[in-house]
């Protein structure tokens, strides 16, 4: 990913997470979106780091669909 597309992204993640704590109304609120989204990106990243260094066969070492 060149520099461009990671700010292209970046700033996407801005606004949508902007957007999503205008929704809030408490402080309370904006602590429960926020733990919310860094539960949910830390879920995310993992899937897609796994992905990218999954092996040709997958990761049931006896080769199971």
């Known amino acids: 990913m060149g520099n461009?597309?990671?700010e292209m992204q970046l700033r996407a993640i801005k606004i949508a997470t902007e957007h999503i704590f205008?929704?809030?109304t408490?402080?309370?609120e904006v602590c429960r979106?926020?733990?919310a989204i860094n539960h949910?990106?830390?879920y995310l990243a993992a899937?897609?780091?796994s992905e990218l260094v999954k092996p040709d066969?997958?990761?049931d070492q006896f080769?199971?669909?």
């Open 40 to 42: 949910e990106v830390m």
């Open 63 to 65: 080769g199971r669909q």
């Open 33 to 35: 979106l926020e733990k």
């Open 4 to 6: 461009e597309d990671y």
């Open 57 to 59: 066969g997958g990761w």
């Open 47 to 49: 899937i897609a780091q």
């Open 22 to 24: 205008s929704l809030a």
């Open 26 to 28: 408490t402080e309370e």
